[in-house]
Nanobody
Framework: QVQLVESGGGLVQSGGSLRLSCAAS????????MGWYRQAPGKQRELVTT???????NYADSVKGRFAISTDNAKNTVYLQMNSLKPDDTAVYYC?????????WGQGTQVTVSS
């Protein structure tokens, strides 16, 4: 059983930055895909970014060039560095990991960007 604990959300002004963290319990090794989703009011859940155990990353067009996903494998932690934040980035952000045939989700953390 893998559990994900998210932190780092909060309120920031437009143009500011936040870093979200997601710590996974247990041992996470090769073969995983980790990522971040977000869900804004009135919108469907959106895949923001992913990173594989081989280091491959992908980003939604809406965040490309502003957000960066990274991992600290020693800490079983994935990060989402968010720069140049916009009000449209306001959402609940969820981290996720897919491995060993199962998907796991964090509890979500609120990011609010004021204009």
């Amino acid at each position: 059983q893998v559990q994900l604990v998210e932190s780092g959300g909060g309120l920031v002004q437009s143009g500011g930055s936040l870093r979200l963290s997601c710590a996974a319990s247990g041992s996470i090794f090769r073969g995983y895909v980790m990522g971040w989703y977000r869900q804004a009011p009135g919108k469907q859940r959106e895949l923001v970014t992913t990173i594989t155990s081989s280091g491959r990353t992908n980003y939604a067009d809406s965040v490309k060039g502003r957000f960066a996903i990274s991992t600290d494998n020693a800490k079983n932690t994935v990060y989402l560095q968010m720069n140049s934040l916009k009000p449209d980035d306001t959402a609940v952000y969820y981290c996720t990991i897919s491995l060993r045939g199962s998907d796991y989700w964090g509890q979500g953390t609120q990011v609010t960007v004021s204009s």
